[in-house]
């Protein structure tokens, strides 16, 4: 059994109910054992950590939200159906739509389409209004007014990528997706994943003829749903680790055709390095960036982040992370995009590395950057997703018993 140290031994005593220990406690000196002993006391799984990392800390930030997100965090995730659009098999939305699925995508492009005409039927009968009362000066400078509320409002300027479909089943239904099927050709149906991952990729709003650049990319599940809009002029996929690598060349190998697949320009660098070797390249820049991934943390030990061994690497992951957002900003041409995401409910790891990297950028870049309004998201993907009332910076998909996608965060920022 691996020994703990001084740190372990307090974390432990902190972790254990009842009395403290023989020699933890206050006693007699003489019942206090040594250091040493302390290798024989039983190592506390990283999951165990984790879960006590996240008490203290998640209580203080989501209050009476946190025990029933820690409970979400321990029951079965909820995944969704991303649709390859390369698959030849086309019977797949009928067959998920009769078993209740939605693609909570369309669902989302709908509202957004219902708010932007409403709002243009509600100005058009203050016109006509306006018209039998006022001017023709007057109706003008009002009818600039509203236009200007409305390319103000996030919600009517929405506007979804149409080519991803993602079917996810109701809030409250726990049923379970097949596995992918292959078409003729080998190609599979459909890719399973969080569901809320799509939303850093659809916030990204890729454009025809886009250059894209996603940093930290494998396993592939948004470099695959990047490929789904079928409009990026040309996609870089990177991600520093070898072996996740390769499992980004097999999901690519498995979902895309090869003439697609070998427009995809794959490598394996350290993201840190990415602005100085492309700088002022790309026009959207994805930054999924490595995180104490809240929900394996609290349920595998395997792999942990929060195991003693790599409590360095964990001290450490806000420094990496806002390392690889500077050099994704470094990588966006002026005027271009980043969307920066994980999958923990730290604000340490989130919108703290926002605020330091817009920081940088302006004091020693001279880059200034606009971070966006994404609450347009809450409103458009609220019937699917749990979202953070009181996020500062960006969005935060909470897990939810009904509904347990996430932890997801996502935030926009525009090269100014
Ligand atoms: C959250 S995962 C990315 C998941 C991926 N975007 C997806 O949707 O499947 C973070 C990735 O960052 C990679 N990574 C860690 N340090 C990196 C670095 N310095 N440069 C580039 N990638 C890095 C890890 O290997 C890991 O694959």
Request: hydrophobic share 40%; with cysteine; proline share 6%.
């Amino acid at each position: 059994m691996a020994a703990l140290g001084g740190r372990g031994r307090a974390a432990a005593a902190l972790l254990r109910r009842g009395p403290p220990p023989p020699g933890l406690g206050a006693g007699p000196r003489r019942y206090r054992y040594k250091e040493k002993w302390a290798a024989t006391a039983p190592r506390i799984p990283p999951t165990r950590l984790a879960l006590h990392h996240f008490d203290v800390n998640y209580s203080l930030q989501l209050k009476d939200l946190w025990p029933s997100v820690r409970a979400s965090l321990l029951c079965e995730q909820k995944y969704g159906a991303l649709l390859n659009n390369f698959s030849a098999v086309n019977h797949v939305p009928q067959e998920l739509e009769l078993l209740n699925a939605t693609d909570f995508v369309s669902e989302a492009r709908k509202k957004a389409q219902r708010s932007q005409q409403a709002a243009a039927a509600e100005e058009v009968g203050r016109g006509e209004s306006r018209s039998q009362e006022g001017s023709g000066e007057g109706r003008t400078a009002m009818r600039a007014e509203t236009v200007t509320q409305a390319e103000m409002s996030p919600l009517l300027r929405a506007s979804i990528t149409s080519n991803i479909k993602c079917y996810t089943f109701p809030r409250g239904d726990i049923t379970r997706f097949r596995p992918a099927r292959p078409d003729t050709l080998g190609l599979l149906d459909y890719y399973l994943m969080d569901a809320a991952s799509l939303l850093p990729v659809l916030a990204l709003n890729v454009r025809p003829d886009d250059l894209v650049l996603d940093l930290c990319a494998a396993p592939g599940g948004k470099t695959l749903a990047l490929l789904q809009t079928g409009i990026c002029g040309r996609l870089a996929a990177n991600d520093v680790s070898i072996s996740r690598t390769k499992r980004l060349h097999q999901i690519l190998h498995s979902y895309v055709p090869k003439e697609i697949r070998e427009t995809v320009s794959v490598t394996s660098c350290d993201g840190r390095d990415w602005g100085q070797l492309q700088g002022d390249t790309f026009h959207k820049v994805l930054v999924d960036v490595p995180c104490t991934t809240d929900r394996h943390s609290a349920m595998e030990d395997d792999n942990n982040i929060f195991h003693k061994r790599r409590t360095k690497e964990r001290q450490m992951l806000p420094m990496l992370q806002l390392q690889l957002l500077m050099a994704g900003i470094l990588a966006t041409k002026p005027g271009g995009e980043v969307v920066y995401s994980t999958c923990s409910l730290s604000p340490l790891q989130n919108e703290y590395v926002i605020e330091r990297a817009v920081e940088i950028a302006e004091t020693q870049f001279d880059i200034s950057i606009h971070v966006e309004d994404l609450s347009h998201f809450r409103t458009l993907f609220q019937d699917t997703f749990s979202f953070f009332p009181d996020c500062r910076l960006g969005e935060l998909v909470l897990p939810h018993l009904t509904a347990n996608f996430g932890p997801m965060y996502f935030c926009k920022l525009r090269r100014m």
